[in-house]
């Protein structure tokens, strides 16, 4: 059975570079045999999480988030460097989800204007780790200088996004089948680790 790879975009501007790593690192999940779909956040009208209205989660954009986030094996998640920081989109997203996202593994990248987006990138891995996922231990981050014409122009940031991409593919099973069995072990068995906390 083919891994199931959802990509999501947290940024929500015209022309967005950060999509274009997504999807860079999408088509190579694809080539690697990867069911994959796309989540354009810009697409997708979502309020602002409030733990207080449990309303919010019977309307039809909070559904297909969640319908799409169990659906998925794995992510590519990519965001924009903000303030030094995750897109509020991409955190708005995350704050829906926790068991749809636990045991799974992602994939980040990101772009900047010129830092290369490192602070968004561990603040989206650190936020995806609070919600029991796993990170691949390295990222893709490109700045403004690694674009010409609104194209990806850098082999540097082009080989990482491809090798993130297929990475995602090859260790998801692995990580998603050890966490399913761990989590038949029932809560109340300490030898199911964190994935007890799931069950």
């Not at 570079?17 to 979502?46: I, N």
């Not at 636990?102 to 994939?107: F, N, P």
């Not at 072990?185 to 906390?197: E, K, M, N, V």
């Amino acid at each position: 059975m083919a891994v199931k790879v959802l990509g999501v975009c947290g940024s929500t501007r015209d022309g967005s570079r950060t999509k274009l790593l997504v999807e860079l690192a999408m088509q190579a999940a694809g080539e690697s045999g990867a069911e994959t779909k796309l989540l354009d956040l810009r697409e997708v009208t979502l309020p602002i999480y409030d733990a207080r209205d449990s309303a919010l989660f019977e309307l039809a954009p909070v559904s297909q988030i969640v319908e799409l986030a169990e659906w998925a094996d794995a992510f590519i998640l990519g965001s924009p460097e903000y303030h030094g920081g995750i897109s509020g989109a991409l955190k708005n997203w995350m704050d829906y989800l926790y068991d749809e996202l636990s045991g799974k593994l992602a994939g980040v990248v990101s772009a900047s204007g010129g830092g290369g987006g490192t602070t968004s990138i561990l603040a989206t891995k650190q936020s995806f780790a609070y919600c029991h996922g796993f990170n691949l231990p390295f990222h893709a981050g490109a700045r403004g200088s690694d674009f010409e014409a609104g194209k990806l122009t850098s082999e540097k940031v082009i080989d990482r996004c491809i090798r993130l991409g297929h990475d995602v593919v090859r260790y998801a099973p692995i990580l998603r089948t050890a966490f399913d069995e761990a989590t038949q072990l029932g809560r109340d068995d300490p030898r199911s680790g964190f994935a007890g906390f799931h069950a």
